[in-house]
């Protein structure tokens, strides 16, 4: 076999206009470059903020690796890796959680907080995978347990234990706590209408279908880097005062 077709035989062809792997390629850079950026930062924040930046880094990687497989996978078989998918998310969204203990602690967060919405993410995460791979003809009812899950996510951050921790920590904290509240309502919000465009149920005569790893792939490109800045400039912040 000559050298070049033994190249072409291990790349996958990328056509102009599969913009989904487009989206998976971009999505690949984007983390890798923003887990360079928080790993660089590392040494100028002191040990009370490091962790903190460490865990954004963390994610960023996690989603990196998981993307660098998503994006062959796609190339390969022009189908959702769904099972990487939920892989990467069982693993960064719990750590997701553990940002918002982090940066409370000061206020006084407990461990139980922590563990609290580390279970609901579980819970979330586990019946959406079972609609989207296991259990396709009940889409709609995973779905159903997924959001209520959600929405105990979103009631915790906002009106919950969480809330009041951050309400006394106040300044930067508060702030920066109010931020990723939003991302996790308006960003993470993206993940449900992404499962109802890429199953059947209900919903579907009404939104249609569409492309679930472009809304996917969009949706973490937000959330994973757009959190872990929101926390490295809290980390800036609170280092000046
Ligand atoms: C980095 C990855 C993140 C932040 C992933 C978040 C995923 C969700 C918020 C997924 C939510 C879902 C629902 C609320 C209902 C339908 C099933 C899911 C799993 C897509």
Redesign the pocket.
């Known amino acids: 076999m000559s050298n070049i077709s033994l190249f072409t035989s291990l790349i996958a062809k990328m056509l102009p206009t599969d913009y989904v792997g487009f989206t998976f390629f971009v999505g690949c850079m984007a983390m890798m470059a923003a887990s360079a950026f928080f790993f660089l930062s590392l040494s100028q924040f002191d040990k009370k903020w490091r962790t903190s930046v460490l865990v954004s880094g963390l994610?960023t990687f996690i989603?990196a690796v998981h993307y660098f497989y998503m994006r062959d996978y796609w190339a390969a078989f022009q189908e959702s890796p769904t099972f990487f998918r939920?892989v990467?998310?069982i693993l960064?969204?719990p750590l997701?959680c553990l940002e918002f203990y982090l940066i409370l602690k000061v206020a006084g967060a407990k461990q139980n907080l922590l563990w609290k919405m580390i279970f609901y993410?579980v819970i979330?995460?586990v019946?959406?995978?079972f609609?989207?791979a296991v259990d396709q003809a009940n889409a709609w009812m995973?779905?159903l347990v997924?959001?209520i899950?959600?929405f105990a996510i979103v009631y915790e951050i906002w009106l919950g234990e969480a809330s009041k921790l951050a309400a006394a920590a106040g300044g930067n904290v508060l702030a920066s706590h109010k931020i990723l509240c939003w991302f996790?309502l308006v960003?993470?919000?993206i993940?449900?209408l992404?499962?109802?465009l890429g199953t059947d149920g209900w919903y579907t005569s009404i939104l249609g279908k569409g492309n679930v790893d472009v809304a996917?792939n969009i949706?973490?490109a937000i959330?994973?880097i757009g959190?872990g800045l929101v926390i490295y400039s809290l980390a800036v912040k609170s280092q000046k005062d």
Do not use: H, R
């Open positions: 994610i989603a939920y990467d998310w960064t969204v997701m993410s979330m995460l019946t959406g995978y609609g989207e995973w779905g997924s959001g899950a959600y996790v960003g993470w919000a993940y449900p992404g499962y109802m996917y949706a973490d959330n994973k959190f």
